[in-house]
């Protein structure tokens, strides 16, 4: 392998309904500072039919070149003919990088192209750099249920591929930076793909939305049970933010599993989020350690939630809260 062939950056795009997912843009704020760091070019490619009047928005968050394979069917998402185009497309540009969101498909997606190009990948990564003597992707990840972080390299094979979940980067500024814009037109049909679609459904409407929430108040094991809740919605409520929860609560049924924050529930990264009875495991803290200003209340001085948060409150969680939103609604009325 010449690894000299190989040069640039390249993010796979993605989108619902003719709206770019939202990881897209959060990988090219990462996307643009390894290719400066690398002094190549970031580029990011999109399949789909409907989608020139969003090409142009994607240069104003960093990349270089916006390549947009367009075709009517390709509106839809096939697993198989999407892997087809995207191998065919990394073979021919060869980038160094390659970054998917880890969202449902990119985890469809991202696999079979690497076994399709006999690439290492790394899936859920939480951190991106350059080794700066080997030119490597030093790709950081939990591994063993969670319980460590784990900093790989593919030292045998490139492009270097890794996924990564939406909300573990910053959004990038917006600027007025323009890409260059390549349209590759095509007339895939269904036949091209093995796999039909023979009917859409839609997802039942979740009425929250954390990864947008600024104020999020999470509940874990320490708050005792169902009914105890309620302190939470209600300090949720005067501070005009969302409930979510650890594991725990999710478990034993006190909360549905969308409000669940961490490495198998939502990443997050609001201004605020408090932390009530939650211990900070390393599974829960990768959901929620990137948050603007994390807040926790916990009876237990030792609890490793107090190492990531900028506020602590050692105490009883069910005398603490009832303070707080006390003192919450006497401030707001003044
Ligand atoms: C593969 C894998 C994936 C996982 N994914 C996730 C995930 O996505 N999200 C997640 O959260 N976990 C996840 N977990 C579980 C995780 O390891 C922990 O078990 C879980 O986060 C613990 O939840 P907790 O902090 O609510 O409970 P505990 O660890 O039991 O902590 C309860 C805390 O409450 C405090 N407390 C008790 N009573 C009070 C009181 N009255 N007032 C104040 N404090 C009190 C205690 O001091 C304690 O620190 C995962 C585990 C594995 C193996």
Known sequence: MDKSQYKGVMIIGEHFRNK?????YELLGKGRELADELEVKLSVVLLGSELDKKLEELGNYGADEVIYVKSPILKDYYSDLYTKILTELIQDKKP????????????DLAPRISKRLNLGLTADCTQLEIEEE???????????GGNLMAT???????????????GIFELPEKTDKKAKITIIEKE???EDSISKILKKMEKEKKSIN????????????GVGSKENFKIIEELAEVLGGEVAGSRVPVELGWMGNERQI?????IISPKLYIACGISGAIQHLVGMENSDVIV?????PNAPIFEVAHYGIVGDLHKIIPELIKEIKKRKIE
Do not use: F, W
């Open 20 to 24: 770019i997912h939202r990881v897209v």
């Open 96 to 107: 160094e990088i390659v970054l998917i969101g880890a969202t449902p498909t990119g985890k």
């Open 134 to 144: 080997t030119r490597y992707l030093l790709q950081t990840c939990p591994t063993y």
């Open 152 to 166: 790989m390299k593919a030292l045998n094979s490139y492009p270097q591929m890794s996924t990564v979940a939406c």
């Open 188 to 190: 895939y049909k269904e």
């Open 210 to 221: 954390l990864a947008d929430a600024e104020i999020v108040i999470a509940g874990g094991r």
């Open 262 to 266: 961490g490495q198998t529930g939502t």
């Open 296 to 300: 926790a209340i916990n009876k237990d």
